[in-house]
């Protein structure tokens, strides 16, 4: 079992930043830990993984803003947020799965964390 907690949500004005963290309560060094968001109405969409090789992969409309990384020694990830817009707005979830990042509908992660708001106004 890994307990994930995730932290760092907030309310930004749009070009703003946010750097959201996420403890597990495990090693994390041999899992796929990734990003969700879901916004009002909408499905939980996958926003960025990080797998254990440090291979990273962004859905495209936050390629460029948005980095993923991992600090194995404290166990946590993190999702660093850049040039924030109102489409970003929503609840994130960090998400993790021992092996691969190979996540699809059918196929979701194992653990997930309680999520932190998100709010851009414009």
């Known amino acids: 079992q890994v307990q994930l907690l995730e932290s760092g949500g907030g309310s930004v004005q749009a070009g703003g930043s946010l750097r959201l963290s996420c403890k597990a309560s495990?090693?994390?060094?041999?899992?796929?830990m990734g990003w969700f968001r879901q916004a009002p109405g909408q499905e939980r969409e996958e926003v960025a993984t990080?797998?254990?090789?440090?291979?990273?992969r962004y859905i495209d409309p936050v390629e460029g803003r948005f980095t993923t990384s991992i600090d194995n020694a404290a166990n946590t990830v993190f999702l660093q947020m850049n040039s924030l817009n109102p489409e970003d707005t929503g609840m994130y979830y960090c998400?993790?799965?021992?092996?691969?990042?190979?996540?699809?509908?059918?196929?979701?992660?194992?653990?997930w964390g309680q999520g932190t708001q998100v709010t851009v106004s414009s």
């Open positions: 998400a993790a799965s021992r092996g691969v990042c190979r996540w699809t509908r059918g196929a979701p992660p194992n653990y």
């Open positions: 495990r090693t994390i060094g041999d899992y796929c």
């Open positions: 990080i797998d254990r090789f440090a291979n990273r």
